[in-house]
């Protein structure tokens, strides 16, 4: 472990001493620990196993684990499996000898847990495990002295320390202070005591200039995280302190003979060079010289310059990017290669900087996936591999081409940055599939006209040519049957815990108290809630069985107090209805059960047939031909019905920042992308590093393997997007504009996040509350407004469910004050008899 003086073996999660000790130290964490670590960036880590699989270890690696310690009951296991660069075998000193060849050659370190930890001990383990790194824990209750430190890093170990037995303050009798501890075996032979010191820029390795530390400079930058270093003629120097540009320090790491050190650190400001120059070596040149370039002109290219339009028009970038590739597949001489490959490189860093990646965050990937011990086919995707089949079958014998299998390819969502974005361009992003009501109303029609003219005999013809069920009646009434209400006790109970739940919350909304209000003297207005008589409540078939939806429509409309609860539900093909949404129809007291369904049972809810009651109101969602249906029937006069609200496909839209867990973001993703392949998935970033967004799309693909509508989440995730948002306010900007059905948000202090909020169906605050909660048990509503609706549009409630009832009483000496102003209006709007009406009263 070239570079480090020891090793911290978190034994306590303290941020303040672990963010100075990642700058220094690698990490060793246990599996409760949380991983990647969030509170510590770029820190190198290892991670001690236990009895995990080796999957769960693999697992690890690929998040960005440096090395996994396992034991040596489990190395014959996971040797052979695992590469041994990544392997670290755990010893006690007692059965170093019981390690096998095939172990000893499998792994690349071994962490040996001795009372004597000293070179001697190091050196014969080196001969054992030849070319391994030695890592040595004591057992020792004392703490170790900076001298064992400076002779173990001297025969190539390195030393194991508790954090707990480590701290920022002054080393004591009980802490060893990290900077003491990672000095320990620095030395220098210069006369004034100072180290040369090479700073290197942390985002793409170059140097930026050469400096001098002292043990003092160096103490603060550790704890500081700030650039500090010894002038030789003004003592100690902080980068950037007049100047502004200052240094975030990423790793201070010791040379091979430990008289020197590196700083890798993030360069702020005009550049470290003293010239404005980014190094004291000259000018950046190739790809760091364009990058430079790119981002100046992101945010200063002139109007119609060709660098601008490439910025401000995606679709001409997107295009000039693959004209590129397939120029430089078709390239046959160096110099051809050449040529293409930089016009494709320009291009394809022009789309980086405008979705603000830099070239250190494509080396950190690179070196991130470099690690992984997974890995996927890579197979080309079917567009691309189907082009080069065709070409190949074309010259051969015309057979049609071969594609890969899709199951390889990774489920994926498109990316995009608001950075530099065209309005435009935004609007495109807000747009939904679009839906054509009237294409849609045009088919349901005749459905419609069919029932309302045919009533029984039409609706019994056209749940037999849809649903595919025969059925001599379409209608239900109680008491339902106790066979047709069967259920395992876990589901029941399941229900009637989200029945209570919801019908709390419900009863909580009910305008019981009427509004009184005397608005002048003798002049009281007053309002009151009275429930709609007969509404009818559409529970879908199709791909789910949903009784979440009969309890969230049912359970407001009882509480309310509705006359009559209509509701309707496709039968099974044998007619019946299933017994999750009997159960709920009986719980909210359904007074009839129209077994149909589509555009023929909003037909018979709307019109009314010979069995069917005629309803005041429809509720409910549904697939495209239920939609259209509701809109006709509620502009229909002869109907005389209203709706709840415009309905399209299921939408969720997360904002995720850096404290998100990659795991609960994307299950709460593929939660709506499982409805249909029409789905609205959106997931917004707020500067999320790359190995961020990495894990993210990783849990997606992985989670959506093994779930069972992993065929609808192939089609509905890659029409899904991540849009990057450079803040919290430029997310919830986003949002507010989208007006999504649900909004998660997984964000720090999500809670005080909720007053930003706009516009959305409903809002699912920090990281354990998954939209999931809400379709089904906590007690809020799941019809929600989708399509953008939410702009205008409330969820249902108690409150759709009763209409608001206006009255007022005038006594006589009320009228006389207020009647002139009232004759006096009608007078001017040329209204007589009005102004009569008054003047006739205060004549008497």
């Known amino acids: 472990m070239s570079g480090f003086s020891f090793l911290a073996f978190v034994d306590n999660a303290d941020a303040s001493l672990l963010r100075p000790l990642s700058r220094i130290a690698p990490l060793i964490l246990h599996p409760g620990f949380d991983f990647p670590p969030s509170s510590v960036p770029h820190t190198s880590y290892f991670i001690f196993s236990q009895n995990e699989s080796s999957d769960k270890i693999i697992s690890w690696l690929d998040a960005g684990a440096q090395k996994v310690i396992i034991s040596l009951a489990r190395a014959s296991d996971l040797v052979g499996v695992i590469p041994a660069e990544r392997l670290v075998l755990l010893l006690d000193v007692a059965n170093v000898s019981a390690v096998t060849d095939r172990i000893r050659t499998g792994v690349s370190g071994v962490l040996v847990r001795t009372p004597a930890a000293d070179s001697e001990f190091v050196a014969s383990i080196s001969r054992f495990f030849v070319g391994a790194d030695i890592y040595v824990q004591s057992t020792a209750s004392s703490l170790p002295s900076l001298t064992t430190i400076r002779q173990l890093k001297n025969s190539n170990g390195t030393l194991v320390i508790p954090t707990s037995q480590l701290s920022i303050s002054n080393s004591d009798s009980l802490h060893l202070n990290i900077a003491d501890a990672f000095l320990a075996p620095a030395t220098t032979d210069r006369p004034d005591g100072l180290f040369p010191t090479i700073v290197a820029s942390h985002q793409d390795g170059k140097a930026l200039g050469l400096v001098y530390s002292s043990l003092e400079s160096i103490r603060e930058s550790i704890l500081t995280g700030k650039g500090v270093y010894q002038s030789r003629k003004h003592g100690l120097w902080r980068k950037g302190e007049t100047s502004g540009a200052t240094q975030e320090v990423v790793k201070i790491s010791l040379d091979c003979d430990s008289d020197s050190f590196e700083f890798t650190v993030i360069q702020h400001g005009s550049g470290f060079c003293h010239l404005g120059r980014p190094s004291c070596f000259g000018q950046l040149s190739g790809l760091s010289a364009l990058e430079k370039t790119l981002q100046a002109r992101l945010k200063s290219a002139p109007e119609g310059s060709y660098t601008r339009r490439l910025f401000d028009d995606p679709d001409l970038l997107r295009a000039k990017i693959m004209e590129e590739a397939d120029e430089l597949c078709k390239a046959e001489t160096k110099e051809q290669v050449t040529f293409e490959a930089a016009d494709l490189i320009y291009f394809a860093l022009t789309r980086c900087v405008s979705a603000g990646v830099s070239i250190a965050d494509i080396e950190q990937n690179l070196d991130k996936k470099s690690k992984k011990v997974t890995r996927r086919p890579g197979n080309a995707k079917p567009q691309w591999s189907l082009k080069t089949e065709a070409i190949v079958t074309a010259s051969t014998d015309d057979k049609p081409a071969n594609l ?74 109680p008491p339902f049957s106790p066979e047709s209400m069967e259920l395992p006790d876990e589901v029941r109970a399941a229900i009637d815990t989200a029945y209570a739940n919801i019908r709390k919350f419900h009863a909580a909304q009910t305008s019981s108290a009427p509004l009184i209000v005397e608005t002048s003297p003798g002049v009281v207005c007053s309002r009151f809630a009275r429930p709609i008589a007969r509404v009818g409540l559409y529970v879908p078939g199709g791909t789910a069985i949903l009784p979440s939806t009969a309890l969230m429509l049912g359970v407001p409309a009882q509480v309310a107090g509705c006359q009559e609860i209509v509701l309707a539900t496709p039968p099974r093909p044998d007619g019946s209805i299933s017994p999750e949404v009997m159960y709920v129809a009986q719980l909210v007291g359904a007074s009839a059960i129209l077994t149909a369904g589509g555009a023929q049972a ?62 609960f973001v994307a299950a709460d993703l593929l939660s709506q992308a499982e409805h249909g392949v029409d789905s609205q998935v959106v997931l917004a970033s707020i500067n999320l590093s790359p190995a961020l967004i990495e894990a993210i799309e990783y849990e997606v693909d992985r989670q959506a393997r093994v779930l069972p509508r992993v065929e609808i989440m192939r089609e509905s995730i890659p029409k899904s997007i991540i849009v990057h948002a450079s803040s919290l306010d430029e997310a919830l900007e986003f949002s507010n504009d989208y007006a999504p059905e649900h909004l998660i948000l997984h964000v720090e ?96």
């Not at 839906?435 to 019994?460: C, F, H, N, Q, W």
């Open 602 to 663: 909003v037909a018979a809810l709307a019109y009314g047939t010979e069995s069917v009651p005629k309803v005041d109101k429809v509720f409910g969602p549904g697939n495209q031909w239920v939609t259209a249906a509701k809109m006709l029937v509620q502009n229909d006069t002869d109907a005389l019905v209203s709706i709840d609200m415009p309905a399209g496909p299921s939408e969720v839209l997360v904002v995720a920042d850096r404290t998100a867990n990659p795991v």
């Open 749 to 844: 202090r999500a809670a005080d996040v909720v007053d930003k909020v706009n516009n959305a169906g409903s809002v699912f605050v920090g990281p354990y509350t998954p939209e999931s909660c809400g379709d089904y048990a906590s007690g809020t509503n799941h019809t929600l407004p989708t399509n953008g609706y939410a702009r205008q549009f409330s969820g249902v409630s108690t409150q759709s469910f009763q209409k608001h009832i206006t009255s007022q009483e005038i006594t006589r000496e009320g009228l006389e004050t207020l009647g002139p102003v009232v004759a006096t209006l009608a007078d001017r709007e040329g209204l007589g008899a009005h102004a009569n009406a008054v003047r006739l009263r205060l004549q008497t």
């Open 404 to 477: 890969s299998d899709p199951s390889d390819e990774p489920i994926r969502m498109r990316t995009i940055s608001l950075a530099g974005i065209s309005a435009a361009s935004r609007a495109e992003l807000l747009k939904r599939p679009v839906l054509r009501s009237d294409e849609m109303i045009a088919k349901v029609k005749p459905i419609v006209d069919a029932v309302r003219k045919g009533g029984d005999a039409a609706l019994l013809e056209l749940t037999a040519k849809f649903d595919k069920a025969t059925i001599t009646s379409p209608i239900l009434r």
